[in-house]
């Protein structure tokens, strides 16, 4: 099975504040990572596919990066709007997600 | 638009099957390349996936499950449905069904999860 391991667990930024999350894979996925956002009482959403790709409407603040089994997720300018918990998701082998980073307004 | 709606009873016993349905509409479950997903999450924790199923019938669980889970399709009713025998307590989650799109782009299959269900909470309680 392939883990998914995401750090921090949670974090805490100011509105403006860049913003990144790891994530990192138990062995190498290629580039077949997801990021999803998930807002209290609803369902995930697709933010980046294939490690990078933006999803069509999703804000260019957020991006994504890496390969192999270092991955990296990033708010360039945090809003209020995106208090949320994040997770990635790999797709190589079965399908398995991170536990989440909770991201917080300071 | 898609949309894809979870049924099913809210208490279930422990020992007993859990059974939920997720109803497809705004599209045929038949049409395109697409999957059909089961998802978890517990109160305050993160997702699990569950298994997937093609129109074909062709399934995938997750290993830590597959002995108590079957997924199954009917085409006719633009439906799929999950089923989880021997639940615990550990088994109270909110169940979500998913659409996991597969596309092709040069030379690599990508997929991803691009339309999902509210959410249907099931508590394994006497």
């Known amino acids: 099975d392939i883990q998914m391991t995401q750090s921090p667990s949670s974090l805490s930024a100011s509105v403006g504040d860049r913003v990144t999350i790891t994530c990192q894979a138990s062995?190498?996925?290629?580039?077949?990572l997801n990021w999803y956002q998930q807002k209290p009482g609803k369902a995930p959403k697709l933010l980046i596919y294939?490690?990078?790709n933006l999803e069509t409407g999703v804000p260019s603040r957020f991006s994504g990066s890496g390969s192999g089994t270092d991955f990296t997720f990033t708010i360039s300018s945090l809003q209020p709007e995106d208090i949320a918990t994040y997770y990635c998701?790999?797709?190589?082998?079965?399908?398995?997600f991170g536990q989440g980073t909770k991201l917080e307004i300071k | 638009q898609v949309q894809l709606q979870e049924s099913g009873p809210g208490l279930v016993k422990p020992s007993q099957t859990l059974s939920l349905t997720c109803t497809v509409s705004?599209?045929?479950?038949?049409?395109?390349?697409?999957?059909w997903s089961w998802i978890r999450q517990p109160a305050g924790k993160g997702l699990e996936w569950i298994g997937r199923?093609?129109?074909?019938?062709?399934?995938n669980y997750n290993p830590s499950l597959k002995s108590r889970v079957t997924i199954s399709v009917d085409t006719s009713k633009n439906q799929f449905s999950l089923k989880l025998s021997s639940v615990t307590a550990a088994d109270t989650a909110v169940y979500y069904c998913?659409?996991?799109?597969?596309?092709?782009?040069?030379?690599?299959?990508?997929?991803?999860?691009?339309?999902w269900g509210q959410g249907t909470l099931v508590t394994v309680s006497s």
């Open positions: 998913a659409r996991e799109r597969s596309r092709w782009i040069l030379s690599s299959n990508l997929y991803y999860f691009d339309y």
């Open positions: 705004g599209g045929s479950i038949s049409s395109g390349s697409y999957y």
């Open positions: 199923i093609y129109t074909s019938g062709s399934t």
């Open positions: 062995q190498d996925i290629s580039n077949y």
């Open positions: 294939d490690a990078s």
């Open positions: 998701q790999q797709y190589d082998n079965l399908r398995t």
